[in-house]
């Protein structure tokens, strides 16, 4: 079995505010070379429910699936399959929980499983996925302190 992948962080910000900025408004932070549309203008979707499609929807319309929403439980929880870049067959599972820290401060943690499931491939592919994570996090942590 492959570690489960943990990234924690706090931000300046209220729980519906982060859970809002993560779902809502994530093509305002999220890196523009973390997308399949690399330098194009897009958005970013989280259909509001189990079932829903995570994808990027670029300015010509184009519209590339990134996962899909297992569970919806704003503003505190959201768990999706996350294959960005790959084929859904190698999705991994993310869980992203915002904790309240007071009024104006939140705890981020998310969570990574399955990259076993990927064989030989899952170690490396934990490994560049945490180096993302670190990337994307200060992006989010950016945007919520401003």
Known sequence: MIEPLI?????DTSLQRAFELWTRRAATWWPRGHTMGQN???EIIFEGRPGGRVFERSADGAEHDWGEV???????RIRYLWHLFFDRSEATTVEVEFRPEGKAATTVTITQVGFEQLG??????RQRTGNAWAT??????AAAGS
Request: hydrophobic share 35%.
């Open 7 to 11: 990234v924690e962080f706090n931000v």
């Open 136 to 141: 994307i996090t200060e992006c989010f942590a």
């Open 120 to 125: 030989e491939a899952g170690p490396s592919r």
């Open 40 to 42: 194009e203008t897009y």
């Open 70 to 76: 297992i569970d919806w439980e704003p503003p505190r």
